[in-house]
């Protein structure tokens, strides 16, 4: 007896909770036709408007004359009337059968409908409650953009420039040496009605590296950093010091200029471009990987220290090309140890790609 109770009592709460959610969907229901009612007159009014002014047009031009043009506003403003005691004459409908029945209404099995308006692209089932999959984003199309954004992607060869040594003489491989630079710029045009200097800026990850020659690695010692001879035959020597930097160009050249009636847009596309600035930044970290075998035993060492290198990091850096494809030199003016008794800048030469 206690179980059929216990059933009676959940089945009749279901019913509850049903009941109670039908009927606040078909008043959410109701609230949405009723703001349709509202858009409705907008709509017809603003697409009025716009006939209104295409038959003031054709009459400025002379295709119609005065008369004609009264007839054809007439005809316009009366269609639009129409327009809009019918589709609300629906609307209302639609309310009076939700409310006379409390929402409890009988779905055709062939009720599907797909409907795209202003608050974007609806399904509809019968009267079940609609489904938006896609809402339109009510951002105005913007008619001068001054502004411009693009990823940037640089590798390419990495060496240092030793205070009393030319780049011959460089104790790092020159080919061996390597540099990437990964990050993001904003593009804005610096004058109102030109586009020949632009204003660069963003942020990049650059990470350098330098390869010893000789068998050699770098050893810290009592605040030096210098270069050894390693005791076994190494495989592999190499120094990345990885740094986040903010660059920023003053960036020339020609671009073409597109207009429309509702847009404007100079386009850089097969253009040549020549960017002139620099970038100031923070080391992140410095490690160094060396690779070698030891009695026959492959060893890879990553000793991540501080290696005294400069924790602020700024320089000069340049490109010169065409379209998104630049060759792309950048110079550290910052020594890269900061107590060596030779100062050594990073310099590094390689291609960008503005993406």
């Given at each position: 007896?206690?179980?059929?109770?216990i059933?009676?009592?959940?089945?009749?709460?279901?019913?509850?909770?049903?009941n109670?959610?039908?009927?606040?969907?078909?008043?959410?229901?109701?609230?949405?036709?009723?703001?349709?009612?509202?858009?409705?007159?907008?709509?017809?009014?603003?697409?009025?408007?716009?006939e209104?002014?295409?038959i003031?047009d054709?009459?400025?031009?002379g295709?119609?004359?005065?008369?004609?043009?009264?007839?054809?506003?007439?005809?316009?403003?009366?269609?639009?009337?129409?327009?809009?005691?019918n589709?609300?004459?629906?609307?209302?409908?639609?309310?009076?059968?939700?409310?006379?029945?409390?929402?409890?209404?009988?779905?055709?099995?062939?009720?599907?409908?797909?409907t795209?308006?202003d608050?974007g692209i609806?399904?509809?089932?019968?009267?079940?409650?609609?489904?938006?999959?896609?809402k339109?984003?009510?951002r105005?199309?913007?008619y001068d953009?001054?502004?411009?954004?693009?990823?940037?992607f640089?590798?390419?060869?990495?060496?240092?420039?030793?205070?009393?040594?030319?780049?011959?003489?460089?104790?790092y491989k020159?080919?061996?040496?390597?540099?990437?630079?990964?990050?993001w710029?904003?593009?804005?045009?610096?004058?109102?009605?030109?586009?020949?200097?632009?204003?660069?800026?963003?942020?990049?990850?650059?990470?350098?590296?330098?390869?010893?020659?000789d068998?050699q690695?770098?050893?810290?010692?009592?605040?030096?950093?210098?270069?050894?001879?390693?005791?076994?035959?190494?495989?592999?020597?190499?120094?990345?010091?990885d740094?986040?930097?903010?660059?920023?160009?003053?960036?020339?050249g020609?671009?073409?200029?597109?207009?429309?009636?509702?847009?404007?847009?100079?386009?850089?596309?097969?253009?040549?471009?020549?960017?002139?600035?620099?970038?100031?930044?923070?080391n992140?970290?410095?490690?160094?990987?060396?690779?070698?075998?030891?009695?026959?035993?492959?060893?890879?060492?990553?000793?991540?220290?501080?290696?005294?290198?400069?924790?602020?990091?700024?320089?000069?850096?340049?490109?010169?090309?065409?379209?998104?494809?630049?060759?792309?030199?950048?110079?550290d003016?910052?020594?890269?140890?900061?107590?060596?008794?030779?100062?050594?800048?990073n310099?590094?030469?390689?291609?960008?790609?503005?993406?």
């Amino acid at each position: 007896m206690s179980r059929i109770i216990i059933y009676l009592v959940l089945v009749l709460s279901l019913f509850t909770v049903q009941n109670a959610l039908g009927q606040e969907w078909y008043r959410e229901r109701v609230e949405q036709l009723r703001t349709q009612k509202t858009k409705i007159t907008e709509q017809e009014k603003e697409a009025l408007k716009s006939e209104v002014n295409d038959i003031n047009d054709r009459l400025e031009e002379g295709l119609i004359n005065n008369e004609e043009a009264i007839e054809l506003k007439e005809a316009a403003a009366k269609k639009r009337a129409l327009n809009i005691e019918n589709r609300i004459a629906i609307i209302d409908n639609k309310i009076a059968l939700l409310e006379r029945n409390e929402g409890a209404v009988l779905k055709s099995e062939n009720e599907f409908s797909i409907t795209d308006d202003d608050g974007g692209i609806t399904i509809r089932w019968g009267d079940e409650e609609p489904w938006t999959i896609f809402k339109h984003r009510n951002r105005p199309l913007k008619y001068d953009r001054r502004t411009n954004s693009d990823f940037v992607f640089a590798i390419g060869l990495n060496n240092a420039l030793i205070d009393g040594q030319s780049l011959e003489d460089s104790p790092y491989k020159i080919g061996g040496s390597r540099f990437a630079e990964l990050g993001w710029q904003w593009r804005t045009r610096v004058f109102k009605n030109s586009n020949f200097l632009r204003f660069n800026y963003g942020f990049s990850f650059q990470f350098n590296g330098l390869k010893p020659n000789d068998n050699q690695y770098f050893v810290a010692d009592d605040g030096q950093v210098r270069l050894e001879q390693f005791e076994y035959d190494l495989k592999k020597s190499k120094l990345r010091m990885d740094n986040l930097v903010f660059p920023a160009h003053f960036e020339f050249g020609p671009s073409k200029f597109r207009k429309t009636e509702k847009t404007i847009r100079y386009s850089l596309r097969n253009q040549f471009r020549i960017g002139l600035g620099g970038y100031g930044g923070f080391n992140l970290g410095t490690r160094q990987k060396l690779k070698y075998e030891r009695n026959g035993e492959r060893v890879k060492d990553k000793l991540k220290r501080g290696y005294d290198t400069t924790n602020f990091v700024y320089g000069l850096s340049g490109y010169i090309g065409f379209d998104g494809v630049l060759l792309y030199a950048k110079y550290d003016l910052n020594p890269i140890f900061k107590n060596a008794e030779v100062e050594q800048h990073n310099i590094s030469l390689g291609l960008r790609f503005d993406i």
